[in-house]
């Protein structure tokens, strides 16, 4: 069965550093593109960017790029969403997804469960 | 970028009637390599991630009851659930692939009257 697990929700405060992860399962990880989708409280979905495992290329929107790091480390099927310096308004849940086919035009199935992140003084 | 509008934002409709979503790209996700719509329709219930419904615009996803079908092309694309059913209470989000980024639709949530 493919999976993805996310890590726990986390809180912080503004101004710290978040790494949050998805571990894969179930399938090649180095061939499949993964991506990060926000949602923040009550509001829709939002493509943050996509990462390629087999050799971390990475495509950002233009709304997320310069303000969060996506990275991958295949060696144990995991990717990575990162903050250097935490916003209130970063405070939203994160949802990792596996696009289902080869190639970086696709479609995501499935998802992972989801990190509710929390940045408040 | 490619902007994804969906109309209505919201929709109440009674036990059994047809629901309809429409979804609106700001140019064309019809790629004509293949003939083929980059356009996906998922569903999303209170606390759970999204759940695939539709992909190429057309195709029903592996396991979605067949009141849910999928119809458009170009730019112009429509959800329809032919016979609504209380499970269907959710929001509703379009997505185009044509190219990156990628984006979504704002949403439609789905109520019973």
């Known amino acids: 069965e493919v999976q993805l697990v996310q890590s726990g929700a986390e809180v912080k405060k503004p101004g710290e550093s978040l790494k949050i992860s998805c571990k894969g399962s179930?399938?090649?990880?180095?061939?499949?593109?993964i991506g990060w989708v926000r949602q923040m409280p009550g509001k829709g979905l939002e493509w943050m960017g996509i990462i390629y495992p087999g050799d971390s290329d990475t495509r950002y929107s233009p709304s997320f790029q310069g303000q969060v790091t996506i990275s991958v480390d295949k060696s144990i099927n995991t990717a990575y969403l990162q903050w250097s310096s935490l916003k209130a308004s970063d405070t939203a849940m994160y949802y990792c997804?596996?696009?289902?086919?080869?190639?970086?035009?696709?479609?995501?199935?499935?998802w992972g469960q989801g990190t509710l992140v929390t940045v408040s003084s | 970028d490619i902007v994804m509008t969906q109309s209505p934002d919201s929709l109440a409709m009674s036990l059994g009637e047809r629901a309809t979503i429409n979804c609106k790209s700001s140019q064309s996700v019809l790629h004509s390599s293949n003939n083929k719509n980059y356009l996906a329709w998922y569903q999303q219930k209170p606390g759970q991630p999204p759940k695939l419904l539709i992909y190429?615009?057309?195709t029903r996803e592996s396991g979605v009851p067949d009141r849910f079908s999928g119809s458009g092309s170009g730019t112009d694309f429509t959800l329809t659930i032919s016979s609504l059913q209380a499970e269907d209470v959710a929001v509703y989000y379009c997505?185009?692939?044509?190219?990156?980024?990628?984006?979504f639709g704002q949403g439609t949530k789905l109520e019973i009257k």
């Open positions: 179930g399938y090649s990880f180095p061939s499949y593109w």
């Open positions: 997505q185009h692939y044509y190219t990156t980024p990628q984006s």
């Open positions: 997804a596996r696009h289902r086919d080869f190639g970086e035009l696709n479609w995501f199935d499935p």
């Open positions: 190429w615009a057309s």
